[in-house]
């Protein structure tokens, strides 16, 4: 499974964007890239994946380079409920959860 | 919708017990994973299977063992507990093995006193 790199921490001011980064430069052709949330103590929760393309549902967008060596998770107008561990996956054939960026929505 | 139902939600245990924690996947989903996740810590693959056979083994200790019975339920059991077996344990279900979206229950609280 490829390596993934995320920020340990971020803050995000309530109503703004929060951009996620993740690096998964070791990351091959046909590999997909999830990013999940845990709040506090609860399972974690499906955000959205990719391969190639942008993606975007309900809850949030995802950036892909052209390269796919990286990728951002936006949120498009952070709300304190979106405070949380955001870990960005990129399962080959297993979910193995990395250490995650805690992301901190500020009112 | 159906979600992953995890069983017990708590379970409280004494050192060298037994415990076996339960998961019922979402209707279909022919893959399940468990994960442990400790105090203050990220989840830790445990296991997963795949129509009813392991399909990858993670950090398990040898003193749990799991299976995926017909109906694609999965039980984790966990014989000699020790303190330090107390988590968070989670269960996901995924349709298909290789990187479907894997969707989690709400875990069960094991605590070992």
């Known amino acids: 499974d490829a390596k993934t790199t995320q920020p340990p921490s971020m803050d995000c001011a309530e109503g703004r964007a929060a951009n996620l980064p993740c690096n998964h430069s070791?990351?091959?052709?046909?590999?997909?890239v999830y990013w999940y949330r845990q709040i506090h103590s609860q399972g974690p929760q499906y955000i959205i994946h990719?391969?190639?393309n942008n993606e975007t549902n309900e809850m949030a967008s995802l950036i892909i380079t052209e390269d796919r060596k990286s990728s951002t998770l936006i949120l498009p107008h952070a709300t304190l409920r979106d405070t949380a561990v955001y870990y960005c996956?990129?399962?080959?054939?297993?979910?193995?959860f990395g250490t995650g960026t805690s992301l901190t929505v500020i009112p | 919708a159906a979600g992953v139902i995890q069983s017990p939600r708590h379970l409280i245990k004494e050192k060298r017990e037994t415990a076996t924690l339960k998961c019922y996947p979402i209707?279909?989903?022919?893959?399940v994973y468990w994960y442990q996740q400790g105090p203050g810590q990220d989840p830790q693959f445990l296991i997963s299977?795949?129509?009813?056979?392991?399909?990858d083994k993670g950090s398990i200790p040898d003193r749990f063992s799991a299976q995926q019975f017909s109906d694609y339920h999965s039980e984790l059991n966990m014989s000699s507990l020790e303190l330090g077996d107390s988590a968070l344990y989670f269960c996901?279900?995924?349709?298909?093995?290789?990187?479907?979206?894997?969707?989690f229950g709400q875990g069960t609280r094991l605590t070992v006193v």
């Open positions: 996901a279900s995924s349709l298909g093995f290789g990187g479907a979206e894997a969707f």
């Open positions: 070791t990351i091959s052709g046909n590999e997909y």
């Open positions: 990719g391969l190639k």
């Open positions: 996956i990129v399962p080959g054939n297993q979910f193995y």
């Open positions: 209707p279909r989903h022919d893959t």
């Open positions: 299977f795949y129509e009813k056979m392991q399909s």
